[in-house]
């Protein structure tokens, strides 16, 4: 499922979870734990693809806290590894939706989006107008 804001998203509410979304400008991905917009990681697609290829393999386990889980996407062509933090529940919901191959293709988002801003078209267009 997609937000209006262009996060793909695996569950059918539009709450809190982990969303993903291509950034046509940079050709990078873009996630976050939906309820915390303000912290948005971005890697390249290479590392986003790993990423979801380790998880559908049984191959990547996240660092848990009993409820917290926090997620680290290794991006080797950055030299870094940024992390997300969610709940065992959303982490489960992504989980199923990486095995389903909702976060495969995911479709490009027109905007450049800064990493940490939480703005939609709906934002930008309501900004010009107002």
Not at 46 to 64: C, G, V
Not at 66 to 71: E, I, L, Q, R, Y
Request: charged letters at 25%.
């Amino acid at each position: 499922m997609m937000t209006p804001d262009g996060w793909t998203i695996a569950s059918s509410s539009q709450g809190n979870c982990v969303g993903a979304r291509r950034v046509v400008r940079s050709r990078e991905i873009q996630v976050c734990e939906t309820d915390n917009p303000g912290h948005i990681i971005q890697v390249t697609e290479h590392a986003w693809d790993s990423f979801l290829m380790a998880i559908k393999a049984d191959a990547y386990e996240p660092e848990r806290d009993g409820n917290a889980v926090v997620f680290t996407v290794d991006d080797p062509i950055r030299r870094r590894s940024p992390s997300v933090e969610t709940t065992d529940t959303n982490w489960n919901l992504f989980v199923a939706g990486v095995k389903a191959g909702k976060f495969d293709k995911l479709p490009p988002v027109p905007l450049g989006l800064a990493v940490g801003q939480w703005e939609t078209g709906e934002y930008l267009s309501s900004a010009k107008t107002g």
